[in-house]
């Protein structure tokens, strides 16, 4: 079944929507301004990222400082940036630069300004990171968050209306590849995860490696783990991206779905794309994973390394049963409103109710 396809022919909103997203021009935010697109909705995208000096040094400040303190740099660009355009609809993604003086400006361009935020900006783990955010909460009409605990938090923040979704696949990013000559001798792995290094994923796969877990780790920042001389011999390389990302989980026999506990993750994004590409998912046991696939016919779950080294080697043991499981949770996935199209189009019509 195409999902998107299918989303896309029988339900689009009342009226084509302008829209003024500002967010990154790349990753899951570009994701999401493809989904609208598709959709058919007009969509201008502004990445102010590209309005700051090209330097490393602008995440720094961003993450050690905050945001904040680069909105005025923002703020000299954005105007001629925005030009005289009007639009329906601002969608800010993240929002790690927009204050509410940058807020007041977006209102002169658009009826609505909603926020949508993917990450844990209440939260604890990313320090000062999303102090624009939570200065800016009651200026936006609409805040959408992805965490149960962001809505009430939000709330007593000042949000004015706070509207909470799930992570979502996409219809197109997350659909599987064709694979060509020479892709399953190039991507193959026995149990692959892919993702960054945090603290308290290092011991969870030295675990696994001193258990015999066949694994294979593909992320960004592993050399600064402890664990590293352990890790190091099962790490295969830096970030994937499009193509590359795909292919690699629909050629993975188990692919690992790992949440942050600093960001107080009860599923990722890795959650919904992994089941969308056909991969089988062998992730951490939480709540709403539970409420996602049914443990054991559409998903495995596990509470901490041993169970998760004894989900692997379950899995790895009977190919057909792992083609099952595959199987059931990509059919439970594309079932689902977890991608952006249906997503997309409820914050829009959320959006709409406003004007």
Same mark, same amino acid.
């Given at each position: 079944?195409?999902?998107?396809?299918?989303?896309?022919?029988?339900?689009?909103?009342?009226?084509?929507?302008?829209?003024?997203?500002?967010?990154?021009?790349?990753?899951?935010?570009?994701?999401?301004?493809?989904?609208?697109?598709?959709?058919?909705?007009?969509?201008?995208?502004?990445?102010?990222?590209?309005?700051?000096?090209?330097?490393?040094?602008?995440?720094?400040?961003?993450?050690?400082?905050?945001g904040n303190v680069l909105s005025p740099?923002?703020?000299?660009?954005?105007?001629?940036?925005?030009?005289?355009?009007?639009?329906?609809?601002?969608?800010?993604?993240?929002?790690?630069?927009?204050?509410?003086?940058?807020?007041?400006?977006?209102?002169?361009?658009?009826?609505?300004?909603?926020?949508?935020?993917?990450?844990?900006?209440?939260?604890?783990?990313?320090?000062?990171?999303?102090?624009?955010?939570?200065?800016?909460?009651?200026?936006?009409?609409?805040?959408?968050?992805? !965490?149960?605990?962001?809505? *009430? %938090?939000?709330? @007593?923040? +000042?949000?004015?209306?706070?509207? $909470?979704?799930? =992570?979502?696949?996409?219809?197109?990013?997350?659909?599987?590849?064709?694979?060509?000559?020479?892709?399953?001798?190039?991507?193959?792995?026995?149990?692959?995860?892919?993702?960054?290094?945090?603290?308290? !994923?290092?011991?969870?796969? *030295? %675990?696994?490696? @001193?258990? +015999?877990?066949?694994?294979?780790? $593909?992320?960004? =920042?592993?050399?600064?783990?402890?664990?590293?001389?352990?890790?190091?011999?099962?790490?295969?390389?830096?970030?994937?991206?499009?193509?590359?990302?795909?292919?690699?989980?629909?050629?993975?026999?188990?692919?690992?779905?790992?949440?942050?506990?600093?960001?107080?993750?009860?599923?990722?994004?890795?959650?919904?794309?992994i089941p969308a590409l056909g991969g089988?998912?062998?992730?951490?046991?939480?709540?709403?994973?539970?409420?996602?696939?049914?443990?054991?016919?559409?998903?495995?779950?596990?509470?901490?390394?041993?169970?998760?080294?004894?989900?692997?080697?379950?899995?790895?043991?009977?190919?057909?049963?792992?083609?099952?499981?595959?199987?059931?949770?990509?059919?439970?996935?594309?079932?689902?409103?977890?991608?952006?199209?249906?997503?997309?189009?409820?914050?829009?019509?959320?959006?709409?109710?406003?004007?």
């Amino acid at each position: 079944m195409d999902v998107g396809r299918s989303f896309a022919q029988t339900r689009i909103s009342e009226r084509n929507v302008s829209i003024l997203w500002i967010g990154a021009a790349g990753g899951t935010s570009l994701h999401r301004v493809n989904a609208l697109r598709r959709l058919g909705h007009r969509v201008e995208l502004v990445d102010l990222r590209t309005l700051l000096p090209r330097t490393p040094w602008i995440d720094r400040v961003t993450w050690r400082l905050g945001g904040n303190v680069l909105s005025p740099l923002v703020m000299r660009k954005l105007p001629q940036r925005l030009g005289r355009g009007k639009y329906d609809l601002c969608c800010v993604d993240g929002g790690d630069w927009v204050t509410p003086r940058i807020i007041e400006l977006l209102r002169e361009h658009a009826q609505v300004i909603v926020n949508y935020n993917i990450d844990d900006p209440l939260g604890m783990r990313d320090g000062r990171r999303s102090v624009a955010y939570r200065q800016s909460l009651h200026y936006y009409d609409l805040c959408v968050v992805v !965490r149960a605990e962001n809505v *009430a %938090e939000a709330m @007593a923040l +000042g949000a004015r209306r706070v509207l $909470r979704v799930y =992570r979502a696949a996409d219809e197109a990013a997350h659909a599987p590849r064709p694979l060509a000559s020479g892709d399953e001798e190039r991507w193959r792995a026995d149990v692959l995860f892919i993702g960054t290094w945090f603290p308290e !994923r290092g011991p969870v796969f *030295a %675990e696994l490696l @001193a258990r +015999g877990v066949p694994l294979t780790i $593909r992320g960004a =920042r592993w050399q600064k783990a402890p664990e590293w001389s352990q890790l190091k011999s099962a790490w295969k390389g830096g970030e994937l991206f499009g193509d590359d990302y795909a292919k690699a989980i629909q050629c993975a026999k188990v692919n690992l779905g790992l949440v942050s506990k600093g960001n107080r993750d009860q599923h990722t994004t890795r959650s919904l794309e992994i089941p969308a590409l056909g991969g089988l998912l062998c992730a951490e046991r939480t709540d709403e994973h539970l409420e996602m696939y049914d443990e054991g016919t559409e998903a495995l779950f596990w509470r901490d390394a041993a169970e998760c080294a004894d989900m692997c080697a379950y899995a790895l043991a009977d190919e057909d049963r792992r083609r099952r499981i595959a199987a059931a949770g990509h059919a439970r996935m594309a079932a689902s409103r977890n991608y952006n199209e249906p997503i997309m189009q409820t914050i829009v019509d959320a959006a709409v109710r406003m004007t």
